[in-house]
């Protein structure tokens, strides 16, 4: 049953948690943001397939990151406090993406947010919400990621209020300069990942919830998962996840609802496939624009929640 909430209001106001952090750009950034770091935030340009830089960026569908491991033979629930960032392009000074390991992409950019998500095989329906929306599809197992693990949530406040992974900076260009994004959640296993990062404002910390750390993506970010499709997107905004009326869904309630609906997506531009030169894609293709439609998606996506371990 869900529980009948009458402080809405106050939950657009900022989870109990929500911390102020220090407002960064790369550059000046210092070599690390908390004690106990594994990783560092002073990360330079190019990329090292080495690097421990803890700093990922969402910005297009050509250039987004995501978390993972920093060695293979560890699970995420294991490696929760020290992934890395493996992005798309260089310059960062991460590690990069092998080319073929993201086989399906779908960024959206809406009023509050920005996201990406994908899952390896899955053909879904497409979702936008407030954020910007990159997802795709993949063989995650390329970022040392284990076959079958189920993975687990990282988020911007973590365990102690110094980020899972702790030290962890997220940046966007999506809503204009390049800025870090404060308020971010994030899923990823070996098949599934997606990233939510959300616009500074009031109703942040309700639109990138950290609570529902077991319901996974296609509960909390539903969206489409389509593989064969590489897009850039604009949308409406969502709604925040878990609120369902005037009820609040609590994580570990015996009766778990259905995921929100998915918002209107509109303007969308298509690539043949997304690439950094590092790795093979199966067609040898490089990353080209194609056209500019506009399609919208508003159905609403039912996905049977996985079991997620709890970070």
């Not at 690539?271 to 950094?276: E, K, L, R």
Request: aromatic share 12%; charged share 10%; hydrophobic share 30%.
């Amino acid at each position: 049953m869900l529980h009948a909430s009458s402080t809405f209001a106050n939950l657009v106001l900022g989870h109990a948690h929500a911390r102020h952090i220090a407002a960064y750009t790369p550059q000046n950034a210092p070599y690390q943001t908390q004690p106990g770091q594994s990783g560092y935030n002073q990360c330079g340009t190019g990329y090292n397939q080495s690097s421990e830089c803890q700093n990922v960026y969402l910005n297009t569908v050509q250039d987004f990151c995501l978390w993972a491991p920093p060695y293979p033979g560890s699970t995420i629930g294991d490696t929760e406090q020290v992934e890395v960032a493996w992005c798309m392009q260089s310059g960062y000074g991460t590690r990069l993406i092998p080319d073929g390991t993201i086989t399906g992409a779908h960024l959206v950019v809406t009023p509050d947010y920005v996201q990406v998500t994908g899952k390896w095989g899955q053909v879904g329906s497409f979702y936008v919400g407030v954020l910007t929306l990159a997802i795709g599809v993949g063989n995650l197992t390329n970022l040392n990621i284990l076959e079958n693990d189920q993975g687990g949530e990282f988020d911007y406040y973590g365990a102690t209020g110094g980020g899972y992974p702790l030290g962890g900076l997220v940046f966007s260009s999506a809503f204009g300069q390049l800025q870090q994004i404060e308020i971010w959640t994030s899923f990823i296993s070996y098949d599934l990942f997606c990233f939510r990062a959300c616009k500074p404002s009031l109703n942040a910390s309700t639109l990138c919830q950290d609570t529902y750390s077991v319901m996974g993506c296609e509960w909390n970010m539903p969206a489409n998962y389509s593989a064969g499709i590489f897009e850039e997107c604009v949308g409406d905004s969502g709604q925040p996840m878990g609120i369902y009326g005037t009820s609040t869904f609590s994580q570990g309630q015996p009766a778990t609802p259905p995921p929100l609906s998915m918002p209107s997506s509109s303007s969308c531009t298509f690539y043949n496939t997304i690439s950094n030169g590092q790795g093979l894609l199966p067609s040898g293709a490089a990353s080209t624009r194609v056209t500019e439609v506009p399609t919208t998606s508003g159905a609403a996506t039912s996905f049977p929640p996985r079991a997620y371990a709890e970070l």
